[in-house]
């Protein structure tokens, strides 16, 4: 299994920016596909982004498409999620996960086995 913990939320402006970070731990990094979901309160969990074990494929939802780009670095076995042009829609907490390889083009939270324990993100108006 792998250890998955997330850092880099906070407050920030609407119109700001933002990168999160996810270290992993455990079983090889490179062997698991990424993702980052989100949940804001009273509404169910929601893909945001995913990246294959390479780095070379990448999925996005419509909403944050040309706003927020994920990428990895499996030297340092963590994967990013830098998020530009903020809005108060994006107001959630963000959770990075891992899936099988295969699944990296899945947006269904079913597919990640490991999760973190989510970093909150807060943009203000």
């Known amino acids: 299994q792998v250890q998955l913990v997330e850092s880099g939320g906070g407050l920030v402006q609407a119109g700001g920016s933002l990168r999160l970070s996810c270290a992993a731990s455990?079983?090889?990094?490179?062997?698991?596909?990424m993702g980052w979901f989100r949940q804001a309160p009273g509404k169910e969990r929601e893909f945001v982004a995913s990246i294959s074990c390479s780095g070379s494929g990448t999925g996005y939802a419509d909403s944050v498409k040309g706003r927020i780009t994920i990428s990895r670095d499996n030297g340092k076995h963590t994967v990013y999620l830098q998020m530009n042009t903020l809005t108060p829609e994006d107001t959630a907490v963000y959770y990075c996960a891992a899936a099988d390889p295969a699944y990296y083009v899945s947006r269904s939270t079913d597919r990640y086995d490991y999760w973190g324990q989510g970093t909150q993100v807060t943009v203000s108006s």
């Open positions: 455990g079983r090889t990094f490179s062997g698991y596909a």
